[in-house]
């Protein structure tokens, strides 16, 4: 029977269960607003290694690990991980992916990658794929700034509408069986461009592509924004969440008191220099594994749409003077 | 119901059916063994574009156009769109997703991303979440050079356990419904790493992953190699094959006649100097959309498995000394 309501969305009939999540988390996250939250807040960005991509595989290593060992279940138990990041060839989920020899799904959705794991995590558990899936997302701020940006040494003053990549690993075990919270609905999202050409301003190009989710999620399945407790956006940021009101509103959807974004969630915005929030796969990956995850169990939240955001950029497209395309998965995710 | 059978491998009870294929190749691949069989060989790789990254957007584009075109749908009825190239941050699929404005899944699995493609597609439709899903991996010679290696000007020599990544894009339309060719059942790899570091020995690095996927799918289907009437994998080239048959015949099983690589096929070893053969995520996918899948509707090939194999590298990684992960993933699809 096919499970599509609309063009974008799908309809679980016996929705998966997030039976645990795990989070590793930088020490600028670990000092952020969020910190208490985690499971593990690094003294060290370095966690040991040689290097910021090293340490970044082992991040994502030791926190798909965390999510298996707070169920009753081994690694082996997994049928699937599913995995990415913002590494040139999803560096670290490779690596990450290897030493815990599971069948290996590497997916690449930038900043969104989190939302897009869980999305197809829950699409081959109701199809009888597996009882079981690891889905999981982490950056690393040192090893992005290198990789998209500028040295660290440098020193390069930031705009202010820049936002700060995230370091750390979110990751969840998903199972067709289970005592919620449930994945209930998905809307996939489709690649939106509006234009936007300045790398120091994602929240910008991530807008139109959330606002295009958005209103796609509640265009399929007949829901307005007050159906849901929490609304929350990936890193749109305090630029890029002004611009998916205004989008929004444009089609008569107000998005009132019940609108979060991860990326102003983790950074105190104040104390910490962040500018625009933060960013990178790993910014809604750790506040929903860390966050939001722990208030649903609880029935604290009881429905929330989950709405991680990426900006599919690389340096080559932005250096021949391409826009930044945008992405966003829209998860609603409830407690019972 | 599950459907996994053994560890790593799932059996459809409906199988989904590839519905059509459209292979865009380039001048080099068009003067190949397999030149007759892609459906536009270009005469400039540039494909009318400005950049060698704009090209190979270019050609994903077209390529997934017309595997719509071929059959009597259009883009409006695709229900996603899962895509991959070689890119950093699959630059070629996000942009050339962006124009075809479907729900889009960007993927990365190296040169094995087409069969990542095809399985979570095959997946996706056998769990009722959409009619028809569009699959494709493509690839581009000089991107990749300029990207993974050296500037094509510094014509630096290539030893001869290297591969030449292939220019193209391979796409395919699945559907629930439809004549066949059946995607039948899926094995899904894991990263396999026996300590390769040899960027120019990439069919060395992948054998282990393609052994292990192989032989992860005998074990799970109870089959051995004569029920296929072609096994096919990816662009382990000359030098991968015989590590693949080795490894293979030391668990004692034996690859004989209807062992075929796609990397060995598409390119004249002797006439058009590609050395171990061709590579590169167009390399299985445009051999399959090209030549398999057109014996697979004449019933000249009955029953094939196909695997893919990618080599899970990036230049960081390379540079820090660290070794070559390869991953391979093999799907039965017969024409009836």
């Given at each position: 029977m096919l499970k599509k309501i609309g063009s974008q969305t799908v309809n679980f009939e016996k929705p998966p269960s997030i039976i645990s999540t795990a989070s590793i988390a930088g020490r600028k996250e670990g000092e952020g607003?969020?910190?208490?939250?985690?499971d593990i807040v690094l003294s060290d960005d370095l966690h040991g290694q040689k290097s910021w991509e090293l340490a970044e595989i082992k991040i994502a290593e030791d926190a798909m690990k965390k999510a298996v060992q707070k169920t009753d279940l081994t690694m082996e138990d997994m049928d699937y991980i599913i995995c990415g990041d913002?590494?040139?060839?999803c560096g670290s989920s490779s690596f990450a992916a290897h030493s815990l020899k599971r069948p290996f799904f590497g997916i690449f959705g930038a900043c969104s990658t989190f939302g897009e794991a869980l999305s197809l995590g829950a699409m081959l558990l109701e199809g009888g794929f597996g009882k079981y899936i690891l889905a999981a997302a982490g950056s690393h701020f040192c090893a992005a700034e290198k990789q998209f940006r500028f040295?660290?040494?440098?020193g390069t003053q930031r705009p202010l509408s820049s936002t700060w990549t995230v370091t750390g690993t979110g990751a969840a075990v998903i199972s067709r069986?289970?005592?919620?919270?449930?994945?209930?609905q998905v809307t996939t999202g489709k690649v939106v461009d509006l234009g936007v050409k300045d790398m120091s301003n994602m929240g910008a190009a991530m807008a139109p592509a959330a606002a295009d989710t958005l209103l796609a999620h509640f265009k399929d399945?007949?829901?307005?924004?007050?159906?849901?407790d929490v609304i929350a956006t990936g890193d749109l940021g305090f630029v890029g969440r002004e611009l998916l009101k205004e989008l929004c509103a444009k089609e008569g959807i107000l998005l009132g008191a019940n609108l979060f974004d991860c990326g102003i969630m983790i950074f105190d915005r104040k104390k910490q220099d962040t500018h625009s929030g933060g960013s990178g796969c790993a910014c809604s990956a750790l506040t929903f594994s860390g966050h939001f995850y722990k208030k649903l169990c609880t029935d604290e939240i009881k429905k929330m749409l989950f709405i991680p955001t990426g900006a599919l950029i690389n340096t080559t497209s932005s250096g021949q003077g391409m826009s930044i395309p945008g992405i966003a998965h829209a998860l609603c995710i409830e407690s019972r």
């Open positions: 607003p969020l910190g208490d939250c985690f913002l590494l040139n060839q040295p660290l040494d440098l069986c289970g005592d919620g919270p449930f994945i209930k399945t007949g829901k307005s924004p007050e159906y849901y």
